[in-house]
């Protein structure tokens, strides 16, 4: 790349800015305590959950900050301070918002109170059940969305102290508010319309409202959204490489390759026809919550994300010259889907550092790993192995537990 070019690929980088989706379920709450057990919070999750193979990395453990707690503001804002340093711009939160009942919501609010969080921010309602599953089933329902004939107009009024927040981000001049599942909403483009009268008549002639591209849809359009955003991995269709490992145990998960999934998003297209915010994510394994049954996504190092988040902001400069734009990565911490830039104990900053390159001008031209792990397919695993895996994931997760239990209780007690 010439000197020119390098000058040019700078201004246009810089005009993409990198959102990273944010988790609140970092402290306990009554609904959960009833719901899973006392004290339970995403780390519960986390720790529980060893390798299903040989070189297969579980648990996920933090690093830097450990089992933090999010009603602790020192913590959120040393997060804020992290994630800037590194070339995040702004977070997405989750806003879980059942008909008027929030949950979740105490990190969030009290970043809204909170100055010195000077993180840009917008918000992704999370409108689908909570259920046992953890994977958007309908079974064992445990608080619905009861989609009442008032929630639009309440719904909305809900968010207007976020969207008068001047950290609040916005897309042309418009706040813009992400739909995890706009095939949920009994009529959307009702629902869109009702809430765009509501933002006229309170000094937002304008809203940007932009659909999470997930559970099958790829049309925004279909909705009556402005625009969508990717978020992989889902709707991916990349191949089941699992018959190809040695698990320990039965496994009837999928077990995909990085490399695949990222060039199935990266060929997808968006212009003003089509307007669409690219994404991507640093890894995933979401064994943590599903078990035999989750998604392992093979090869999710820091050199192959770097590769993939410099492509995706090549390609949003490519669709839109010239023109601001977001670029969503999953996630800042979703931990018990393997899918966090916050450092983990295996990493350290490596993540960070690679969504710094990235943001900067990366050199990566390539995918660095691909196909199934040597450690992983060759030869039968022996009983040596198995046992090493299964003394080493209760060790590992009873140290941890231990230690998060010892923290939430003095939580507790403060």
């Not at 601001?324 to 996630?331: C, G, V």
Request: aromatic share 14%; proline share 5%.
């Amino acid at each position: 790349m010439s000197g020119v070019d390098s000058v040019l690929a700078k201004s246009d980088r810089d005009r993409v800015k990198l959102i990273a989706f944010y988790l609140t379920q970092f402290h306990p709450i009554p609904e959960n305590d009833l719901w899973w057990g006392k004290g339970f919070t995403e780390w519960t999750n986390v720790t529980k959950v060893g390798p299903q193979f040989a070189g297969h990395y579980q648990p996920h453990l933090p690093a830097d900050m450990g089992f933090y707690d999010l009603r602790v503001r020192e913590t959120r804002r040393e997060q804020i301070q992290l994630a800037k340093s590194y070339g995040i711009d702004g977070f997405c939160y989750y806003y879980y918002w059942f008909s008027g009942k929030r949950l979740l919501e105490k990190p969030l609010d009290d970043m809204l109170g909170d100055r010195q969080s000077n993180m840009p921010f917008c918000l992704c309602w999370a409108n689908e059940n909570w259920t046992r599953r953890w994977d958007a089933a309908e079974q064992e329902v445990l608080i619905a969305q009861k989609y009442q004939a008032t929630d639009d107009v309440e719904f909305i009024k809900s968010l207007m102290p976020f969207f008068e927040d001047p950290r609040y981000i916005r897309v042309d001049g418009a706040p813009l508010l992400l739909v995890y599942r706009p095939q949920h909403l009994p009529d959307s483009r009702r629902s869109v319309e009702v809430w765009r009268q509501y933002c006229a008549k309170n000094g937002f002639p304008n809203l940007h409202v932009a659909c999470a591209l997930t559970h099958g849809n790829w049309d925004h359009q279909a909705y009556g959204f402005d625009s969508g955003v990717e978020f992989p991995p889902h709707n991916m269709t990349a191949a089941n490489r699992a018959a190809e490992l040695n698990f320990f145990a039965p496994y009837e998960g999928y077990c995909p390759d990085y490399k695949d999934v990222a060039e199935m998003y990266l060929a997808r297209r968006y212009d003003d026809a089509n307007s669409g915010f690219r994404g991507v994510f640093p890894s995933w394994d979401n064994t943590a919550r599903r078990g035999a049954r989750g998604t392992v996504i093979l090869n999710g190092t820091p050199e192959n994300y770097e590769y993939w988040l410099s492509e995706a902001i090549r390609k949003t400069v490519e669709d839109y010259p010239g023109r601001e734009r977001l670029l969503f990565i999953n996630a800042w911490n979703e931990w018990a889907e393997g899918c966090h830039l916050e450092p983990d104990r295996r990493y350290g900053h490596q993540f960070l550092e690679a969504t710094a390159r990235a943001g900067q001008g990366s050199n990566h031209m390539k995918w660095t790993h691909s196909g199934i792990p040597a450690e992983a397919s060759n030869g039968r695993v022996t009983q040596a192995q198995f046992t090493y895996f299964k003394v080493k994931k209760k060790s590992v997760a009873s140290r941890a537990w231990k230690k998060m239990k010892s923290k939430l209780r003095s939580m507790g007690e403060a």
